[in-house]
């Protein structure tokens, strides 16, 4: 049985679905082992008949719901959301919010989450729905946003970095650098169309843009401090500050 199937004689589909969509690792080929299933659905009424616990996100309507079940004894989570909350999420990260200097400010952990995989959702209902609000998620200040937040994280790192490096601290640089660069690399791979956070999935990501600033040899090569000389750390702190100062200048951001 399809996995559209087993959600709906579990009855967590309902008629009037504008969408349910597979987000996620499995919706892009990247599940391993024990990886459990994501669903989104969304109708243009709130759905409670199925909800077992309720999430918040920032939004008018303060929650979503969540319902879990198995499928093929695969952990299946579906989140409900309401097609309002979609487009009031939308709404945050528009050209217009950007412009005010508001893109992305106000997101929840569980707007975050469901920008990152919302370009890669696998439509189980609503394809052409789900195909509307990719492309206009696509054609928003949404990656833009992401990029520039992470961007802002690595600034930090690398203050960090300096007055560690300033004050002789070198083994607590080093590790403020390796933040920097995971900052600097997430701002990269969301500016090309790929956003996240989650470690697990960086390489991954790194791969999918298949960008020359950074290629994945290259990220792996830093990330696993391969060229480290524990003899003389200050060379590798400054390659790696020196690689995160060239990525962050090819970020691209805004239209």
Request: glycine fraction near 6%.
């Amino acid at each position: 049985m399809t996995l559209l199937g087993h959600l709906d004689q579990a009855g967590l589909i309902p008629e009037q679905a504008l969408g349910a969509l597979l987000v996620g690792s499995q919706a892009r080929g990247w599940q391993h082992a024990r990886s459990d299933l994501d669903v989104v659905v969304v109708s243009p009424n709130t759905w409670t008949a199925t909800v077992q616990s309720q999430q918040p996100v920032a939004l008018t309507q303060s929650s979503i719901g969540v319902a879990v079940t198995a499928v093929d004894g695969v952990l299946c989570e579906v989140k409900y959301w309401t097609e309002a909350q979609i487009l009031e999420m939308l709404d945050k990260v528009s050209w217009a919010a950007w412009d005010a200097g508001n893109a992305g400010a106000a997101l929840s952990t569980n707007e975050a989450y469901l920008i990152e995989r919302l370009p890669h959702a696998v439509a189980l209902v609503g394809a052409e729905w789900a195909n509307d609000i990719t492309d206009r998620l696509r054609d928003s200040a949404a990656l833009s946003s992401f990029a520039l937040a992470c961007l802002t994280r690595a600034d930090y790192s690398l203050d960090d970095v300096s007055g560690l490096w300033q004050s002789g601290d070198v083994r607590s640089a080093l590790l403020a650098a390796q933040r920097a660069f995971v900052h600097v690399t997430d701002a990269l791979t969301a500016s090309l169309g790929s956003p996240g956070t989650d470690s697990k999935w960086r390489l991954r990501r790194v791969e999918s843009v298949n960008s020359d600033t950074l290629t994945a040899d290259e990220f792996w090569r830093l990330t696993t401090m391969q060229d480290f000389d524990a003899q003389q750390p200050e060379s590798w702190l400054n390659l790696l500050v020196y690689r995160c100062s060239q990525i962050m200048l090819d970020v691209r951001l805004g239209r």
